[in-house]
Every structure is written in structure tokens, then in C-alpha cells.
T-cell receptor
Framework: DTGVSQNPRHKITKRGQNVTFRCDPI?????LYWYRQTLGQGPEFLTY????????KSRLLSDRFSAERPKGSFSTLEIQRTEQGDSAMYLC?????????????FGSGTRLTVV | AQTVTQSQPEMSVQEAETVTLSCTYD???????LFWYKQPPSRQMILVIR??????QNATENRFSVNFQKAAKSFSLKISDSQLGDTAMYFCAFMKHYGGSQGNLIFGKGTKLSVKP
């Protein structure tokens, strides 16, 4: 297992289009997190899964955003009707339960540019 | 709500010298964790060091050490013998500790560190 994998690495889309990102966590990690990072800012929490259950969503996750984690494996994050303000780096991270000492393992992120 | 503040947007240091990055946080929680993450240019974020709030002893990982002042809600990172590969964004992060469960990370805005040859 080589870590948390995110695809695509870069995505350029026109305003109003839908986009979907994928995250493959480390196989034994049952927790999966999505964060958004805009230029010059630290990452901001979007949502979190434990296995297939979505346990928490941030206020940042508007109705245009939806995340899924079918079967508790990979996760997808979809943004509908993209807006220029959605341009950001979308980070995925995973962790084992109770492994607070290990922190998260982050993926390399998907950079979204909405034109 | 918890907040994390990094007051130094950018810092630079000469190779082999020591640099300290500042971080303060605000919380009413008693049990929590603090982290420093490193994000090199165009590369993924990696954990540098962590500190459990209930531990008085400051954490150390090789050239990286922290100065944790719980009463002052301060958590600074010291990098000794700086290397060119230390050039990166450094983020301070806070996490509540819900019993045995992990909470969500709250990040500061980051400090851009440049190590000069």
C-alpha cells in the first residue's frame, strides 16, 4: 500500500459543470476525511466518514457538494454547478481508529480550477 | 469554537541554523492534541510532530522539537540544523480528543519557511 491516492491531480472545468474527485485511502484505515485548501490558507474540514457512514459535514459543504464512500473503501466528492469560488485544492486523508498518535495520512490532493 | 493562529506568514533561515515557528490556539477543551504538519511545494502534507495536551513533556522528533505552554495556549516548533529539504509550508493544527475517537483537524493559515544555502 503506497498511501492515500487522489485522482485526478488537476482538473480544469467551466463554471456550471459538475466535477467528481476520487480518493483511495490506505486499505486498513476505516476513517476518511475531505478538506479544502484555498491559496494562502490552511486546510478546512469538509466531511468525514467512518467506514461507509458519513458522520459529520461542515457548513462549508453546501448543497452542491456531495460525498460518498460506498462499501467503506474509496470515496468520491462531487461538486455540482461549479462556481469560481470552488477553485481550491481538495485534500483527502485517512486514519485508523484510535491511532491518534499517528495523525492522518494525506493524499497529494486534487487541484480544481473553475474558469 | 477552536481557532489556531500562526502569526508569521513567512520566515527564512540559513542552512544549519535554528528557527522557531510560532502557533497559538484558543480552546475551552482540556483534552486535545496539537500537531505540526509540513507541506512541501506541490507535495503532500506530512506529519512532523505531535503533542498530547495531557503530557507536560515537550515532544521531540530528531531535529524537530516543540515548546508547549498549555496555560498560555502556545505551541511553537523549533527546527535545529535546518536543511534545504525543510523548505515548505508549515501548518499548526488542533484536534479535540473525544475519548478514544479522533476529531477533525483545525489548521492555522501556515508559515512559509525558506531555508537558504
Amino acid at each position: 500500500d503506497t498511501g492515500v491516492s487522489q485522482n485526478p491531480r488537476h482538473k480544469i472545468t467551466k463554471r456550471g459543470q459538475n466535477v467528481t474527485f476520487r480518493c483511495d485511502p490506505i486499505s486498513e484505515h476505516n476513517r476518511l476525511y475531505w478538506y479544502r485548501q484555498t491559496l494562502g490558507q490552511g486546510p478546512e474540514f469538509l466531511t468525514y466518514f467512518q467506514n461507509e457512514a458519513q458522520l459529520e459535514k461542515s457548513r462549508l459543504l453546501s448543497d452542491r457538494f456531495s460525498a460518498e464512500r460506498p462499501k467503506g473503501s474509496f470515496s468520491t466528492l462531487e461538486i455540482q454547478r461549479t462556481e469560481q469560488g470552488d477553485s481550491a485544492m481538495y485534500l483527502c486523508a485517512s486514519s485508523k481508529p484510535g491511532d491518534i498518535r499517528g495523525g492522518y495520512t494525506f493524499g497529494s490532493g486534487t487541484r480544481l480550477t473553475v474558469v | 469554537a477552536q481557532t489556531v493562529t500562526q502569526s508569521q506568514p513567512e520566515m527564512s533561515v540559513q542552512e544549519a541554523e535554528t528557527v522557531t515557528l510560532s502557533c497559538t490556539y484558543d480552546t475551552s477543551e482540556n483534552n486535545y492534541y496539537l500537531f505540526w504538519y509540513k507541506q512541501p511545494p506541490s507535495r503532500q502534507m506530512i506529519l512532523v510532530i505531535r503533542q498530547e495536551a495531557y503530557k507536560q513533556q515537550n515532544a521531540t522528533e530528531n531535529r524537530f522539537s516543540v515548546n508547549f505552554q498549555k496555560a498560555a495556549k502556545s505551541f511553537s516548533l523549533k527546527i535545529s540544523d535546518s536543511q534545504l529539504g525543510d523548505t515548505a509550508m508549515y501548518f499548526c493544527a488542533f484536534m479535540k480528543h473525544y475519548g478514544g475517537s479522533q476529531g477533525n483537524l483545525i489548521f492555522g493559515k501556515g508559515t512559509k519557511l525558506s531555508v537558504k544555502p
